[in-house]
């Protein structure tokens, strides 16, 4: 199996009826994607496949060959936190963190498909992950605030 996880091409043995959330965890020691339900209903394992939300518990192995894989892990640029990132951090929207890593990577997706969301598209762009600390609102605000400051460094650019 040959897939690129993280900017990264990778070749393994590992059998393809693993599931990827085991294989970026167990084999590759990217604990940052989490187990909650197991089930695809929680978002807690979410990561991008191809640039697009999944659930990492329902994806085999063997679906991602010579495909892209992003985790939490892979979202910034070197020491430079992803702008969602930074936003989570700035409006306080962690609370126990554990959904984080996936609502962080639900909230890139959306903002790489609809750069200036509506709060409607925020609420759909999210609806895949559960929070259950906390309302959504500081979720929304923070991938607002990420819209914004992406929006204003293209325009700098």
Do not use: W
């Amino acid at each position: 199996m040959n897939l690129i996880v993280n900017g990264r091409r990778i070749s393994t043995q590992a059998p393809g009826n693993l599931r990827l959330l085991d294989f970026l965890r167990e084999e590759l020691r990217l604990t940052g994607t989490k187990e909650g339900c197991g089930e695809g209903e929680c978002g807690a394992c979410t990561v991008l496949l191809d640039g697009k939300p999944v659930d990492s518990c329902l994806v085999l192995l063997f679906q991602c060959e010579d495909r892209e894989v992003l985790t939490i892990e892979g979202i910034a640029q070197g020491e430079e936190l992803h702008p969602v990132q930074k936003a989570f951090l700035e409006v306080g929207a962690v609370q126990c963190g554990y959904c984080i890593p996936g609502m962080v990577l639900s909230g890139k997706a959306l903002l790489d498909e609809h750069p200036n969301p509506t709060s409607h598209e925020i609420r759909e762009g999210l609806s895949g992950n559960l929070c259950r600390c906390t309302g959504y609102l500081k979720m929304e605000e923070a991938i607002r605030r990420a819209s914004e400051q992406m929006r204003e460094a293209q325009d700098e650019h």
